[in-house]
């Protein structure tokens, strides 16, 4: 059986996505998952989604990581598939959908998609790092010559090591631009090496910044590996709400595969 797919990418994050609203993709062939994200034997991404109809939204937003394994969420596979979704006439401008039990609002204008975050309650703060989950887990450390500093022997330490253990989380290191800019590099649980951006990391690394007075402002930019990503919040008490994290999302290519592959 050969299915159609789609290539998009955010800011260098890039994924497979799949029209399932007819349910026809064998959602549990975790091996056929990994085989379609391979760089060498498939098509090649950082992961997998499947549109899938939703009774409550316009549609369902199903993550699998490069691992072959259902995902948390991810930021900017979230805009690739509201791009993929106005690609096929599912919303003009303005979009609901579901992914894991969460409804999220998206807009989109040209090639940008602002996606709408949950609000966040809750982050640890550590002597060398912050702690938060903005949809997925995310360890964030301050580091000194970013460009330099081996992201994969440190994230990978960080990554299966105490409190994470088994669970895991992914790790972003950050230095400081400017007042309202850093610099972001991430090693992605699941992909389980860097990634060229992160759309729930850059979220972590924008909260966590404000929260240590690194910066005043409340509309952050983001410079990573594979483009620019902004993120704007409010903060309510020691709540942060109407987070919004936006960014390009487009289309790269599209194909068939052969699902034996």
Same mark, same amino acid.
């Given at each position: 059986m050969k299915i159609d797919f789609f290539k998009y990418q955010g800011a260098g994050n890039d994924f497979v996505i799949i029209?399932?609203?007819?349910?026809?993709?064998?959602?549990?062939? %975790?091996?056929?998952?990994?085989?379609?994200?391979?760089?060498?034997?498939?098509?090649?991404?950082?992961?997998?989604?499947?549109l899938e109809n939703d009774a409550q939204t316009d549609f369902k937003m199903v993550y699998y990581n490069a691992d072959g394994k259902p995902g948390s969420m991810c930021g900017n596979g979230g805009r690739c598939i509201v791009a993929f979704a106005k690609s096929l006439g599912i919303f003009k401008a303005t979009t609901k959908f579901m992914a894991l039990g969460e409804i999220y609002q998206a807009t989109m204008q040209?090639?940008?998609?602002?996606? *709408?975050? !949950?609000? !966040?309650?809750?982050?640890?703060? %550590?002597?060398?790092?912050?702690?938060?989950?903005?949809?997925?887990?995310?360890h964030v450390s301050f580091v000194e010559n970013l460009s330099e500093f081996n992201v994969v022997d440190h994230g990978r330490k960080i990554r299966y090591g105490a409190p994470y253990n088994e669970t895991g989380t992914n790790v972003n290191f950050v230095e400081k631009l400017n007042d309202n800019t850093f610099s972001v590099r991430t090693y992605e649980r699941g992909v389980e090496n860097e990634t060229l951006?992160?759309?729930?990391?850059?979220?972590?690394?924008?909260?966590?910044? %404000?929260?240590?007075? *690194?910066?005043?402002?409340?509309?952050?930019?983001?410079?990573?590996?594979?483009? *620019?990503?902004?993120i704007e919040f409010e903060k309510e008490q020691n709540v942060y709400k109407n987070i919004i994290l936006s960014g390009p999302a487009t289309l790269v290519f599209q194909g068939t595969i052969d699902m034996k592959l």
């Open positions: 029209d399932n609203r007819n349910n026809f993709f064998p959602k549990d062939d %975790y091996k056929l998952i990994q085989a379609c994200c391979d760089r060498k034997f498939g098509i090649g991404a950082d992961g997998l989604m499947l040209g090639d940008q998609v602002s996606l *709408k975050m !949950i609000d !966040i309650d809750a982050i640890e703060v %550590y002597d060398k790092h912050v702690f938060l989950d903005t949809g997925s887990p995310h951006s992160c759309g729930t990391g850059v979220t972590a690394v924008a909260l966590a910044s %404000y929260h240590l007075n *690194k910066t005043s402002e409340k509309t952050i930019h983001i410079e990573t590996l594979g483009g *620019k990503l902004k």
